[in-house]
């Protein structure tokens, strides 16, 4: 029913969802912090081809708005003038990668600036900041992935390959941690560290943080495919020839493990996104004015702002697709493991 | 007996794991409470130094923790500087909230998800099924925050719910059935989102778990003979399947815990997430200790009950105890 390769397209769209996130500073058109306090809160403009007067048009253009008058905060369409959109037109500079300096942008308005998803409390460009935003996010989800995995595995193979009252130790500890509801685990790390600091500094306590609360299962689940894999005749035989500990971990052993640690990438990295989000969301992450998917989300705490401005929602939206493509992804990989089982992620998200 | 004073022994020892854990945390931290309190003018430092040695701060952690478990025992679980009472009371107001909710809607995610599972594990591969794979996997893919934010967006704007809080303005005059009403209101918002967020997940497992059991030989045969199918289905399979249906409730309840925790933030029911929010922005020890403890105690107790259903379930698991 399901192809080999099945693993294949999944890892074809996540690579282009990341991309357009890597290249946040070419498919966004401003600055993520640059400000127009004349236009806070502005509704997402229209992209029209038609023009007020029934014309067509083959570049796209949009209205400017302007405040309604007697109104303090409703802007409408001015249609006396029109913001031709122009592609490939030079703007704000930025540093692709954070060192190649550039100054091209996708599309752009030389005219006038122009808002695809609206404007935030500061006039900021809600969609440029939600793809900048995304990077904070995504490498907040791939590093603490990352992390946690490294230590999973280096907990659960030394438990697993060495055995005795280290294994029984480091399992004891593993089980501790996944009993615990995980977001709690999270919030009560969180809570004993500095709550005040530098954008920088916050990215790398999260980091941290979130490294440090989901080595559990990774490891048990490493451990397990380590305990089998010692036990292989090619193994004994290796160990027979004379082969070091390190020399049997590393070259036998490990790489039985592949793909479990793949899968479990495939389920952590979303599962941290989120993570992040929340404590951004809730202030105790990536603090402004760096934005993040979390931190984004924030102003919707604002009852104000929930009633008027339902494009601030937009960046909640903007994790779907990742979601679904790491999804899809980790259940190819186990279809492909053969293990054939529904997609077990009971105590995360 | 022997099976439930293992399983109690195990959960006590979780217990003291996690408030040492949480202890280990604590003291590793840099700054506290009174920390802030330094930085203003108006106290003096020998104040904050007092202050400190009241509660004890600036004695060593193993101190520390006996006294906690000593103030646990005496059904305090140590002082909130913020609130400036013990943490017990604060905790219980806020446990029962969070209770409430989330006993009701694990029970109406369940009451949905077992004739989903079993409409779809019947159905397999045709339409029913294709249909409710399609919803459950639309609905795993969006996390609890953005569910709950697009649902808070979704109440404001057509007013069919109440949000925010627990109670009206006004409350207090209700007559009872109407207090109910109101918190019943209050309740659905955050619930919906609850259940929602717990669905997909039980629809999967409930359906592989009845589609397994229904292709072994034994339905088969009772299929043949002719027994209805409801009896059928809620029965045998059902009975059949419930094994690995039980321990999932007893593991689902950590995903409920964590999934109620920030839908409490956003619609600010005010459970323990809330608390447990407000206490790390203040620095307020203690009651971050017993929010991630209290949550624990919940987990436990939900493992407990799930060990209790399964033994009442499945006689291999009594003759396996009364043989050892």
Known sequence: ??????????????????????????????????????????????????????????????????????????????????????????????????????RMHLFGAPANRI????????????????????????????????????????????????????????????????????????????????LAVSPLQAFFLIITVIGAVGWARPARLVRGVVLSAKERDFVRAARGFGATDGYLLRRHILPETSSVILTQAAILVPQFVLAEMTLSFLGLGVPEPVPSWGSLLASLQQYSVLVSSWWMYAPALAIVPFFLVYLGLASALQQDAGTGKIEKTTGGT | ?????????????????????????????????????????????????????????????????????????HGEMGYSFA?????????????????????????????????????????????????????????????????ALGLLILAVRTGWFPTGGMVSVGYEDLAPLQKLRDIALHMALPMIALVLSALPLLVRHIRAAIAEVLS????????????????????????????????????????????????????SWPGLGPLLLEAILARDLYVVIGGVLCSTIFLVVGNLVADVLLYLADPRIRTEVTAR
Request: proline share 6%.
């Open chain 1, 1 to 102: 029913m399901i192809q080999h390769s099945n693993w294949k397209r999944w890892l074809i769209a996540l690579a282009v969802l990341h991309g357009i996130v890597a290249f946040a500073g070419f498919f966004a058109p401003y600055d993520p912090t640059e400000q127009d306090r004349e236009r806070p809160y502005l509704p997402p403009m229209r992209i029209h081809l038609m023009d007020a007067q029934g014309h067509f048009h083959l570049r796209p253009f949009s209205y400017a708005e302007h405040l309604r008058s007697g109104s303090f905060d409703q802007f409408e369409e001015n249609t006396d003038q029109a913001i031709p959109l122009e592609f490939f037109v030079t703007g704000a500079r930025y540093r692709l990668f954070g060192f190649l300096p550039l």
């Open chain 1, 115 to 194: 808002y695809l998803l609206g404007s935030d409390a500061y006039g900021r460009d809600q969609f440029s900041r939600i793809l900048y935003g995304g990077q904070i996010s995504l490498l907040a989800g791939l590093l603490g992935a990352g992390l946690t995995l490294f230590f999973g595995t280096l907990i659960g193979a030394t438990a697993g390959y060495y055995g005795g009252w280290r294994d029984g130790l480091l399992m004891r500890v593993a089980e501790l941690f996944v009993a615990l509801p995980w977001l709690y685990l999270l919030f009560a790390l969180r809570a004993f560290l500095p």
């Open chain 2, 1 to 73: 007996m022997r099976y439930f004073l293992h399983r109690f022994l195990q959960a006590t020892f979780l217990l003291v794991g996690v408030s040492l854990l949480t202890f280990l945390f604590s003291a590793l931290a840099p700054g506290n409470y009174f920390d802030e309190m330094r930085l203003n003018p108006q106290i003096s430092p020998e104040t904050v130094a007092a202050l400190r040695a009241q509660y004890q701060l600036d004695r060593p952690m193993p101190v520390r923790y006996v006294r906690w478990v000593n103030s646990l025992l």
């Open chain 2, 83 to 147: 609130y400036n009472s013990p943490v017990a009371p604060l905790l219980w107001v806020r446990a029962r909230n969070t209770l409430l909710l989330t006993v009701i809607a694990t029970l109406m995610a369940w009451a949905l998800a077992l004739p989903l599972g079993i409409w779809s594990a019947t159905t397999l591969g045709r339409l029913p099924d294709r249909a409710l794979s399609g919803v459950t996997a639309a609905l795993l893919v969006i996390p609890d925050l953005v569910l």
């Open chain 2, 216 to 267: 072994t030989p034994f339905l088969r045969a009772a299929a043949s003979h002719g027994i209805q199918r409801r009896t059928l289905l809620y029965r045998y399979a059902l009975r059949a399947a419930a094994n690995p249906l039980i321990s999932l409730f007893g593991l689902s309840m950590g995903g409920l815990l964590s999934g109620s925790l920030i839908i409490e933030v956003v619609m």
